[in-house]
Every structure is written in C-alpha cells, then in structure tokens.
C-alpha cells in the first residue's frame, strides 16, 4: 500500500506555506506546540535544523502536496548513545485522518535504519490525548513522567517520557 504522507528535510521554500498553516493551526496547537509563527521565528527553526543534531521532517500529504505536519528529531547523540528526542504536530485540516501517524512511523523508521539510532523519546504532556494516542499506536512505551520538564509557552509543564528502541519497532 502507498504512504498517503511523504516525508523530507524542512527548506527555505517551505516557509509560507508552513508559516501560514501554523498561524491557522493555533487553536490545534495550543498549549501543547507553539511552532514557528513568522518569517523570523522559520528561519531561527532552520537554523537548527542543521542535519546533524537536529532534524526537522515537513510530512506532506501524498495526494494533494499540502503540509499535514512536522516531524523533528533533536538532540541526536551518535557513539554509546545512539538517541534522540522526537517530537511532531499536525495541522488543522490535516489532522484527525492518521496522516501523522504514518508520518511519524516514517520518522522512526528512517531513524532506526538511516541514522542507526537504537532509541527515540518522545515527551507529551499528560492532557494532550491525541499525542499519547499516536505513540501507542505505534508501539512506544510509557517510560515515566517528569514534572514541569519543559517549558512551553512560557510556563513548565509536565511531561510523559515515551520510547520505542529500534529492535521493538515493527515499521
């Protein structure tokens, strides 16, 4: 069966349509995610998303060629650790249609076997049902919980500590 959603390294020219669909995307996003909102805050975002500790994915949905979310990757540490913080959002009028979830799974498996990464975490605040959903689907486990762990939107939130390592990922 073909991916309804294809995946690739954020660029330059993505900028206008991702600035806009997160600008239209607020009500989605918030609290959770508060993604790039304007020229300036795009090109701080790929800035760091240099290639190699950090990795920011623009999933495209196959049909239609329109942004249905972004997938990043960061803090990636190679040698003894071979691990990175994974975190994603959709975006309104994509979402609700497991289009990030098969976004998402490209991520993981692109890490597992391009990058040779052994595990990913992905740390979702408690109240965020659809997150959490994703993750198990998709097979991570719950590994623990960390009170005000980061800070989003200006206020220390909790978060659960999901993981999946490469050898329980089924693709």
Known sequence: MASRVTIRPVRIEDADELIAANLASIALHEPWVYPCR?????MAYLARCDGDRSIGFIA?????????????????????????????????????????????????????????????EANIQPGNKPSRTLVQR???????????YLKIGGIWRDHERWAILAEDWSG
């Open 60 to 120: 495209r949905e196959t049909s239609s060629g329109r942004i249905a979310g972004v997938v990043n990757l960061s803090e990636i540490v190679h040698g003894f650790f071979q691990s990175a913080y994974m975190g994603y959002y959709g975006v309104v009028g994509m979402n609700g249609r497991g289009l990030m979830s098969e976004a998402v799974g490209l991520v993981v498996t692109h890490a597992f076997t391009e990058l040779g990464l052994h595990r990913l």
């Open 138 to 148: 998709l097979g991570f486990r719950q590994e623990g919980f960390s009170p005000r």
């Open 38 to 42: 304007d020229r300036i805050g795009f």
